[in-house]
């Protein structure tokens, strides 16, 4: 459903995607890896609308998708939970919240989905009124993926869902995501954690310097002696 | 004396306020510092004049008309003056504004000359006396009650809609907005609307007290200035401290000190700044991930 062919990516000059191909189908948790700077955020961005493709395209069911502004993508069902949060340091975990319903196809529904978050996330519900510039880094996570999930997409991608969690923190977090998928949202996520990533992922893509060198089912990449020696240290 | 000298203060304070409110809204969420503020400000006392003279509209109802009109105002001043800069170098940004204010001062003088001009409503001279060491004029209360009510509406919007938390969103992280799918442009343009307002309507209320003429908006400018870096350039609830502590310093110095009135002020900005320099409420960072 989410259709990315060969797309090249620059930021000015430089060029840091390199003819990037990848497929999300519905229902599917992928996982994108790879070191620092591979261009894994890039990816997710030019997904977003941040950053146009200067060749290749990007289809979502079938229609071209990398011509049309963030918002407009948002609205197509697509949503991502950026690297480092990026909550509204000055605005409450319910304000958060509530814009995470911005979009058109989600406001109807955003006090049912409120409602739900708080239910899943119940450590939120707790701290609603609490300005998400003071949660801790965890918490601060929990209400960035609520805030992805307000908007209902169809697919929610995540940047980084572990970074600079405990590992207990990081089991959680990997559960929830399971579980999110399993309620039928589709995920593409990224992780420096290849160990937990491919785990729970159906297939990944491995990015390599702007490149994807590699792709399979989670499982098998697990079992792949150079991703093991390159990526897991083993 | 003394309580005379801080309720005077106080009430010149409230349509300080207003007047740095849209200034300070418009650089927070766009970035971009709107010169022409000034002018805005001028504008919205001369369309209340004419209301006034040809209507006899009271100023204060005349707030009905001034709030649609310069929110109107606003958006073409976006479409047509500041969105066009966004992605050029700020020097250029700042030509647009301050051009657009140039232009403003010289259509005012061609289209009224340089007459100056106010409103006496039947309350203008009017005084209430509480004790006889304190009068407070009726004009002033007035312009500073309804100051308060409109800033009150303005912060209900900006807490309670989809629109006014999606402004909050955009000028505390623009691109985290973005994400969230609002058009970020869109923004910008129901910003600067809605600041554009605030100037009107701050014109329209203080023309009772003061004169409207084509270069009337300079002072007000300078002023706001100082509110709004004293605030915390981009802060609301800075804006409103700030209008308060600048109303009572003017009107301290007024008192005691008639020769300084105006330069006090710039003297205790300087201090802010070499104290605070992001001023009282002012959130480190606020001017940077700029419009471009
Ligand atoms: N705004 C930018 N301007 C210029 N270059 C950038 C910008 N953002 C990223 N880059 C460069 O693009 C390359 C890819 O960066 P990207 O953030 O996509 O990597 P990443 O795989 O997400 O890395 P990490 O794991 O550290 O988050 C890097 O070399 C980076 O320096
Ligand atoms: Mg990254």
Known sequence: ?234 | MILQILISGILLGGVYILASIGLTLIFGVAKVVNFAHGEILMLGMYLTFWLYSIFNLDPTYSIAIVIPIFFLLGTLMYLFVIRPSLNAPELTQVFATLGLSILLQNLALLLWGADYRTVKTFYSNTAVTISPEISISVSRVVAFVTSLLILLVLIIFLKKTYIGKAIQAVSQDRSAAMLMGISVKRIYMYAVGIGCACAGLAGALLIPQYYAFPTAGVSFILISFVVVVLGGIGSIPGAIVGGIIVGLLESITGVFVPELKEASYFIFFIVILLIRPNGLFGVKGAGEEGAR
């Not at chain 1, 069911?61 to 011509?67: C, G, S, V």
């Not at chain 1, 993508?73 to 990026?86: A, L, N």
């Not at chain 1, 119940?122 to 300005?131: E, V």
Request: aromatic share 6%; net charge neutral; hydrophobic share 40%.
């Open chain 1, 1 to 234: 459903m989410l259709d990315i062919k060969n797309i090249d990516v620059f930021y000015g000059d430089v060029q840091v995607l390199f003819d990037v191909s990848l497929q999300v189908r519905p229902g599917e948790i992928v996982a994108l890896v790879g070191a620092n700077a591979a261009g894994k955020s890039t990816t997710l961005k030019t997904i977003s609308g941040l950053l146009k493709p200067k060749a290749g395209e990007i289809l979502f069911h079938e229609k071209n998708i990398h011509t049309l502004d963030s918002d407009k993508i948002v609205e197509k069902g697509i949503i991502q939970v950026p690297e480092g949060r990026r909550l509204f340091p000055r605005l409450s975990v319910e304000a958060n919240l509530e814009l995470g319903s911005y979009p058109k196809r989600a406001r109807a529904k955003a006090q049912d989905n409120l409602k739900n978050m708080y239910e899943i996330f119940p450590q939120l519900y707790d701290r609603r009124h609490q300005l998400t510039g003071s949660l801790s880094g965890g918490e601060q996570q929990m209400c960035a993926i609520a805030r992805g999930l307000m908007s209902m997409p169809e697919v929610l991608m995540v940047d980084e869902t572990s970074l600079g969690l405990s590992p207990l923190l990081v089991k959680h977090t990997i559960r929830t995501i399971k579980e999110i998928n399993e309620l039928g949202t589709t995920i593409l996520l990224i992780d420096q954690n290849v160990n937990y990533a491919l785990r729970i992922a159906h297939r990944a893509y491995v990015l390599e310097n702007g490149r994807i060198v590699m792709q399979g089912e989670g499982n098998s990449l697990l079992e792949d002696p150079y991703l093991r020696k390159a990526y897991l240290g083993i």
